[in-house]
């Protein structure tokens, strides 16, 4: 094969992933047009494309609703990355029990530059929390988690970050660098961080990172119950702690401990 046409492939190949990343938990069916507008595509190149993945089953087109969607065999590719995340399997009962004990959701999130997601939830069997998807992108700005996360940024990373945010929302940035500035003095004093409805009005979370990354990548762990709770009351007496000891708990389990 040609160096020109590996140079093709590789821009089909990275074009195709542009197309795949436009569909999301929140962005289920996606029309052409759409496409289009989200990757910036020629149609005829997008077209193709379209028609490529498709008989590779990971998109499929829907006659009834006119639209594209993610296809089975995008599941099936997620597999294997699931599969080798040993830390869920671990995590998962430690998980369920406080969750059921504070009827709450507990959450674990994975980190790899300026991403973070959900690889396990848990819920309480009464829990009213908002539930997301495994998969789900979490807000770094927004959430304990996310904030967590980037606490376990080297300084630079952090002000690379505050400074791309800066020139997009100037206000933002400022309360963002308070946030963080917040999360960093409570990760020190308590071990934890914390999030007062900054993403849902009627949730409280608490967030721990691991303390090493595993693999290159950054596991968090969250607990998150109502506003109006009880158990909303005892972050730093209850919560905080428990939460503590399960991310403790699985460390020791994964030799992870420094």
Same mark, same amino acid.
């Given at each position: 094969?040609?160096?020109?046409?590996?140079?093709?492939?590789?821009?089909?190949?990275?074009?195709?992933?542009?197309?795949?990343?436009?569909?999301?938990?929140?962005?289920?069916?996606?029309?052409?047009?759409?496409?289009?507008?989200?990757?910036?595509?020629?149609?005829?190149?997008?077209?193709?494309?379209?028609?490529?993945?498709?008989?590779?089953?990971?998109?499929?087109?829907?006659?009834?609703?006119?639209?594209? +969607?993610?296809?089975?065999?995008?599941?099936?590719?997620?597999?294997?990355?699931?599969?080798?995340?040993?830390?869920?399997?671990?995590?998962?009962?430690?998980?369920?029990?406080?969750?059921?004990?504070?009827?709450?959701?507990?959450?674990?999130?994975?980190?790899?530059?300026?991403? +973070?997601?959900?690889?396990?939830?848990?819920?309480?069997?009464?829990?009213?929390?908002?539930?997301?998807?495994?998969?789900?992108? +979490?807000?770094?700005?927004?959430?304990?988690?996310?904030?967590?996360?980037?606490?376990?940024?080297?300084?630079?990373?952090?002000?690379?970050?505050?400074?791309?945010?800066?020139?997009?929302?100037?206000?933002?940035?400022?309360?963002?660098?308070?946030?963080?500035?917040?999360?960093?003095?409570?990760?020190?004093?308590?071990?934890?961080?914390?999030?007062?409805?900054?993403?849902?009005?009627?949730?409280?979370?608490?967030? !721990?990172?691991?303390?090493?990354?595993?693999?290159?990548?950054?596991?968090?762990?969250?607990?998150?119950?109502?506003?109006?709770?009880?158990?909303?009351?005892?972050?730093?007496?209850?919560?905080?702690?428990?939460?503590?000891?399960? !991310?403790?708990?699985?460390?020791?389990? +994964?030799?992870?401990?420094?």
């Amino acid at each position: 094969m040609s160096l020109d046409n590996k140079a093709t492939l590789v821009s089909a190949l990275a074009r195709g992933i542009s197309i795949i990343r436009c569909f999301s938990p929140t962005a289920q069916e996606l029309s052409g047009r759409e496409l289009m507008e989200l990757t910036g595509l020629p149609k005829p190149t997008l077209f193709r494309l379209l028609d490529t993945l498709c008989e590779l089953g990971l998109l499929r087109y829907s006659e009834r609703i006119s639209k594209y +969607l993610p296809g089975i065999a995008l599941l099936n590719m997620s597999a294997p990355v699931l599969a080798r995340m040993t830390i869920r399997q671990l995590a998962r009962p430690l998980m369920e029990d406080l969750a059921n004990h504070i009827n709450g959701q507990l959450q674990l999130s994975v980190g790899s530059g300026f991403s +973070l997601v959900y690889a396990e939830l848990a819920h309480g069997r009464q829990s009213q929390v908002f539930r997301p998807e495994i998969g789900m992108h +979490l807000s770094l700005s927004r959430t304990a988690s996310g904030r967590a996360y980037m606490c376990t940024w080297p300084e630079n990373e952090r002000e690379k970050f505050l400074e791309k945010l800066q020139d997009q929302d100037a206000e933002q940035a400022r309360w963002l660098e308070s946030r963080l500035a917040n999360a960093a003095q409570d990760l020190k004093e308590h071990g934890f961080c914390r999030s007062h409805g900054d993403l849902h009005r009627e949730i409280v979370t608490i967030a !721990v990172p691991m303390k090493k990354p595993l693999d290159g990548e950054t596991w968090v762990f969250a607990v998150s119950v109502p506003i109006f709770s009880e158990q909303s009351k005892r972050f730093e007496s209850d919560l905080g702690p428990r939460l503590i000891t399960v !991310v403790r708990g699985v460390e020791a389990a +994964l030799g992870n401990i420094s």
